[in-house]
């Protein structure tokens, strides 16, 4: 079992940056593949991004591709969402998720085992 915490949300404009992050704490971190999800009001929580175990290996969601990136630091136990140009519609809480199955497991089953409380990240228009 590993334990996550995500922070780094907050309100930004349109067009705007913020960087998340998720410390874990547990077994060992760098045994787990990671992800980030999201939940917006009133909607599913969907997949976002996912990272390897090493780093070699990232997906993306396509309404994200190519303004968020993730990545990580096994020494610091700490996963990273970089998010540029934000959108209103990027508005939601973000979670971090991490699963020693595989990166296909975590993406095609939106997640594995316990979940962090999450960080609340809302773009203005």
């Known amino acids: 079992q590993v334990q996550l915490v995500e922070s780094g949300g907050g309100l930004v404009q349109a067009g705007g940056s913020l960087r998340l992050s998720c410390a874990a704490s547990?077994?060992?971190?760098?045994?787990?593949?990671m992800g980030w999800f999201r939940q917006a009001p009133g909607k599913g929580r969907e997949f976002v991004a996912a990272?390897?175990?090493?780093?070699?290996?990232?997906y993306y969601a396509d309404s994200v591709k190519g303004r968020f990136t993730i990545s990580r630091d096994n020494a610091k136990n700490t996963m990273y969402l970089q998010m540029n140009s934000l959108k209103p519609e990027d508005t939601a809480v973000y979670y971090c998720n991490a699963d020693p199955r595989t990166l296909v497991d975590l993406i095609r089953d939106g997640g594995f085992g316990s979940w962090g409380q999450g960080t609340q990240v809302t773009v203005s228009s």
């Open positions: 990272i390897s175990w090493s780093g070699g290996t990232t």
């Open positions: 547990g077994r060992t971190f760098s045994s787990f593949h």
